[in-house]
């Protein structure tokens, strides 16, 4: 199963870009990379889901290079109710199961 | 997307006693997650629950302290047996999305041995 590697914790303030990156690099070739955010006492939430080059919805854009051994989640302006934990999360297809392994995920506080 | 429900949403428990957490999903699912997150930390899967067939369970845990039922295809139960309080932890049920990889989570249960 493909290990994710993230920093533990970031600060922004309110209107930046943020950028959170994720190392991967035992990624298999049908592995999709998948970010989730999670608020205090509820489930995580799915953000967005690429499996290369660059994903963009109305929340969120994801960034994976040609390797596919990390990827980038970028927040555009955020504001205080981003924060919150940020998981990156690579599928993997295990004896006929598709399972998600949650790596240690990224605390994003977003400052006044 | 799927709705997924669970019970209870907030229990206090005895050392020794078990505890039964129900998962209640609006459609038809093949694949149901079951995930614990202690107090603080990243979200750990406990098992993997397929209707008809037994639940498999990820290294650290097994069926005798995490017994998991599937009768149907919208429903699952954990039960938390024999508890500690070690076993103080948010438990989360989720599955997959029709024809998607976006995972849903119930809001969790979330337990406290005492």
């Known amino acids: 199963l493909a290990k994710t590697t993230q920093p533990i914790s970031m600060d922004s303030y309110e209107g930046q870009e943020v950028n959170i990156t994720c190392s991967h690099n035992?990624?298999?070739?049908?592995?999709?990379i998948t970010w989730y955010q999670q608020f205090p006492s509820q489930g995580p939430r799915f953000i967005i889901q690429?499996?290369?080059t660059k994903v963009t919805n109305e929340v969120a854009s994801l960034f994976i290079p040609a390797d596919r051994k990390s990827s980038t989640l970028s927040l555009p302006r955020v504001s205080l109710s981003d924060t919150a934990v940020y998981y990156c999360?690579?599928?993997?297809?295990?004896?006929?199961?598709?399972?998600?392994?949650f790596g240690t995920g990224t605390r994003l506080k977003v400052l006044a | 997307s799927a709705v997924i429900s669970q019970k209870p949403s907030r229990d206090i428990c005895q050392r020794g006693t078990s505890l039964t957490i129900q998962c209640q999903v609006d459609?038809?699912?093949?694949?149901m997650f079951w995930y614990r997150q202690q107090p603080g930390q990243s979200l750990t899967l406990i098992a993997t629950?397929?209707?008809?067939?037994?639940?498999?369970?990820e290294s650290g845990f097994v069926i005798d302290k995490f017994p998991i039922s599937r009768p149907n295809l919208t429903f699952s139960t954990l039960t938390v047996s024999n508890m500690s309080p070690e076993d103080s932890s948010i438990y989360l049920c989720?599955?997959?999305?029709?024809?998607?990889?976006?995972?849903?989570f119930g809001e969790g249960s979330r337990l406290t041995v005492l």
């Open positions: 690429g499996y290369k």
């Open positions: 629950a397929n209707q008809g067939s037994e639940a498999t369970y």
């Open positions: 989720s599955v997959f999305g029709q024809g998607t990889g976006e995972l849903f």
């Open positions: 999360l690579v599928g993997s297809f295990t004896s006929g199961t598709y399972k998600y392994i």
């Open positions: 035992n990624i298999a070739t049908n592995d999709y």
């Open positions: 459609s038809q699912v093949t694949m």
